[in-house]
């Protein structure tokens, strides 16, 4: 199962790295690295303020010289903090270059193949006040000179709703990082504008989240009556969900177990028949969940 993130085929099951922060050991990480990779992985999911660079600086220790096949995806927009919140807005054009640039030197490349701009227009993430209130037109110049001068090739979003999206579109944007799984569809009407601009639409929190307002997938009663009717864990229905709801779906579960990622990469081979995935179908919501900005840290 592969789809296209702009001018790169990957594997639709991919792998999002912001758990390997300093809370997993070096050797641990980069077991599940290099796992991923033997599955055939070939997206992996990352920023400079994961763990303040180290999530991109054991990448580059636990992968490098990468295989040729490998989609690198970073984001900027936000930058560590000291302090009770471990992040900070970075939405000034000056700083989404200087976070390029670091994620140049982590992950020792010459060029990011894709860089989101994590915005803050939606939740989870941090709220932008003062001078962090910055608009979209201004970022996207820096980020398609940044482009122009080879340190980032695609250009994705994240936190962006429709309006957002449109307003990129002139940018040539290659995917859309949102919140959504198949509990919370919030997001769906953006879903559908980035399939029917043939944009990759990149989930987070495929599953839900710990954090309030995302509810978990796999606590859901229908999603673990279809998973024991399936011989399936509820992960991986939530998963294969989202794969069959569009195809221009990619996932990036992440995990710090090995035995995890296993599952998720092996959701690609779940069939949901469709009595179930009417079932499931039935249990999302389309309705925005309120979310407190200043609860969350940046994804």
């Given amino acids: 199962m592969a789809a296209q993130i702009g001018t790169h085929s990957v594997h639709r099951v991919g792998y999002g790295a912001m758990q390997l922060d300093q809370q997993v050991g070096d050797d641990d990480a980069a077991t599940v690295l290099r796992r991923a990779v033997e599955l055939g992985v070939n997206h992996i999911d990352t920023a400079s303020f994961y763990g303040a660079g180290e999530v991109n600086r054991r990448i580059r220790r636990a992968l490098a010289p990468y295989p040729d096949d490998l989609l690198i995806v970073s984001k900027v927009g936000a930058t560590p903090a000291a302090g009770p919140r471990p992040l900070q807005p970075a939405q000034k054009p000056e700083q989404l270059r200087a976070e ?60 962006v709703d429709t309006d957002g999206v449109r307003a990129a579109l002139g940018a040539g944007i290659v995917c859309v990082q949102n919140a959504y799984s198949v509990l919370d569809r919030a997001q769906e009407a953006t879903l559908d504008l980035c399939a029917a601009q043939d944009i990759a639409w990149v989930p987070f929190f495929p599953l839900g989240s710990a954090f309030a307002g995302f509810p978990s997938v796999t606590d859901n009663p229908d999603v673990q009556a279809v998973a024991a009717e399936l011989d399936a864990t509820p992960a991986q229905v939530g998963l294969a969900w989202l794969l069959a709801h569009s195809s221009h779906t990619l996932l990036i579960p992440g995990t710090r177990s090995v035995r995890h990622l296993e599952e998720n990469v092996a959701a690609a081979q779940v069939t949901l028949p469709p009595g179930a995935l009417e079932r499931l179908d ?14 969350f840290t940046a994804r």
């Fill in 100 to 159: 390029v640039e670091a994620n140049l030197t982590e992950l020792g490349l010459e060029c990011i193949p894709v860089m989101n701009l994590r915005r803050l227009d939606l939740g989870p993430g941090l709220a932008a006040e003062g001078d962090q209130v910055v608009s979209l037109d201004d970022q996207l110049a820096e980020m398609i000179a940044l482009r122009d001068e080879g340190k980032i090739g695609g250009i994705g979003l994240s936190a």
């Fill in 282 to 295: 039935a249990v999302g919501s389309t309705d925005a969940q309120p979310l407190d900005a200043g609860r």
